[in-house]
């Protein structure tokens, strides 16, 4: 068994702290934005000595594939690439996470969709394979790039499962037609599959980043019922697994009762969870060997007491019964920090932790 750490800052976080402004110039100028996150992950070092964290999205970057010499292109979360390729516009926020305007396919149906590869074509996509380039070409600089779709050296892709993309880009009205037109929502879904799928494949090639896992952010998992997980999300999840490689499945909020659909999804390797998510029921579903990464919940993190959180770490750790484990956080704004002080003390002090 091993027990692990580590946590990433927002960029609200950052932006109060620093007053960088992650503008539109942010996610779409390379070099502003290594400057930007080498700032970021600079501040991170010096005020959080001994502890394992830096800047990233949550749950996208990992700690231990951050390197200096690399250099972010598309960073800009999954669904809202997709997005934008499909006529979205980008909305940036100088101190908050970026967005795409919503709802931009309300109304249409699978036959308004491209064909799939045809997304390539998109300029886009050729202003992030040209930066790509241009950084590879540059023998002087000798930063690495790491493409759209991918947050880290590691080769983990990441993408928005098909179901929080469909919701990002029809709206909530699509969990209503998900149970009224079922056959129509799952042509849409696995378009969304099938595009994910050729664009993590194109910028794997284009940067010369292999593929080692698939992240699947199914953040919309629990506003729906356990069987239309099983319906919907198992077969198209199940499917980019085959294409891309082993997932790593995140589900926000509890999902506690959603675990017997998720472990029907074929070459499931690792799932990330809602703090208040039965980690006892998981291991009774996976058994020990799968890895578990869990996120404590915002009020324990927001409360003035450390009590709450370490009970709560306390109880994941009496009921992981000796699995792999990694407590995981994403610092806001409005945090106590001395929260986060005491969990990290007690995950270090605990006998599996690596020293």
């Not at 696995?190 to 799928?197: C, L, M, T």
Request: glycine content about 8%; some cysteine; aromatic content about 10%.
């Amino acid at each position: 068994m091993t027990i692990s750490i580590s946590g990433t800052l927002s960029k609200a976080w950052l932006a109060e702290a620093l007053g960088v402004k992650f503008d539109r110039d942010y996610y779409f100028e390379p070099n502003k934005r290594y400057a930007v996150d080498c700032r970021c992950n600079e501040y991170a070092a010096e005020h959080f000595p001994g502890m394992r964290i830096f800047y990233s999205e949550s749950n996208l970057g990992q700690i231990d594939f951050q390197d200096k010499g690399q250099i972010q292109i598309g960073g800009i979360q999954p669904n809202m690439i997709l997005g934008i390729l499909l006529g979205a516009d980008f909305v940036h926020r100088n101190s908050s996470d970026a967005d795409i305007t919503p709802g931009c396919l309300a109304g249409k149906s699978l036959s308004d969709l491209p064909p799939p590869e045809s997304l390539l074509e998109h300029p886009l996509i050729s202003l992030f394979d040209e930066q790509i380039q241009q950084v590879q070409e540059d023998a002087q600089s000798q930063l690495r790039p790491i493409p759209p779709f991918f947050w880290d050296i590691s080769g983990r892709a990441a993408i928005h499962g098909t179901m929080t993309t469909a919701q990002k880009l029809f709206g909530e009205a699509f969990f209503m037609d998900m149970m009224t037109e079922p056959e129509h929502c799952m042509e849409i879904m696995r378009w969304i599959g099938e595009a994910f799928i050729v664009l993590c494949q194109h910028f794997s090639q284009i940067a010369r980043l292999p593929i080692t896992e698939v992240h699947v952010g199914e953040c919309s998992s629990c506003m729906v019922s356990p069987e239309l997980i099983e319906r919907f999300v198992v077969p198209v999840t199940s499917k980019i697994g085959d294409e891309l490689g082993p997932i790593r499945l995140h589900s926000c909020g509890s999902s506690t009762n959603y675990l017997d659909a998720f472990f029907k999804i074929t070459n499931l390797h690792s799932i990330d969870l809602g703090g208040n998510t039965s980690i006892k029921r998981v291991r009774q579903v996976f058994g020990k060997e799968m890895p578990i990464s869990i996120a404590p919940l915002p009020k324990d993190m927001s409360a003035e007491s450390t009590d709450a959180i370490l009970n709560w770490a306390k109880q994941i750790l009496e009921e992981n019964d000796g699995g792999n484990l990694q407590y995981l956080y994403h610092l806001e704004p409005g945090y106590n920090i001395e929260t986060i002080y005491a969990l990290t003390d007690y995950v270090k002090g605990l006998p599996d932790f690596p020293h």
